[in-house]
């Protein structure tokens, strides 16, 4: 079993910036790709981005791409997103994912086998 752990969530005024880290441990060398997801109240999850496990190969939902960052540390074992120019419609419980199988391309949250307890952000308006 690999274990993940969110940070960086909070309140953040319309137009502000947030980081948010996943520390994965425990059977971390399974992990092919991790990813972040982000559930609204009374919606469905949704896929934010993905990150190849070598650190190489991103991709993003189009609802972020330009505003949304995400990165990795190899030597920690944590995975970043950096959120500028945040929306309102961004507020969400925000989810750490892990895949064990090659996902590129996949938004679906049934690649990933692994999932933190997520991370609430708010942005107000």
């Known amino acids: 079993q690999a274990q993940l752990v969110e940070s960086g969530g909070g309140l953040v005024q319309a137009g502000g910036s947030l980081r948010l880290s996943c520390a994965a441990s425990g059977r971390t060398f399974s992990i092919n790709a991790m990813g972040w997801f982000r559930q609204a109240p009374g919606k469905e999850r949704e896929f934010v981005a993905a990150i190849n496990w070598s650190g190489r190969s991103t991709y993003y939902a189009d609802s972020v791409k330009g505003r949304f960052t995400i990165s990795r540390d190899n030597a920690e074992n944590t995975i970043y997103l950096q959120m500028n120019t945040l929306k309102p419609e961004d507020t969400a419980v925000y989810y750490c994912?892990?895949?064990?199988?090659?996902?590129?391309?996949?938004?679906?949250?049934?690649?990933?086998?692994?999932w933190g307890r997520g991370t609430q952000v708010t942005v107000s308006s």
């Open positions: 994912a892990a895949a064990t199988a090659p996902v590129f391309g996949r938004t679906d949250v049934g690649g990933y086998q692994y």
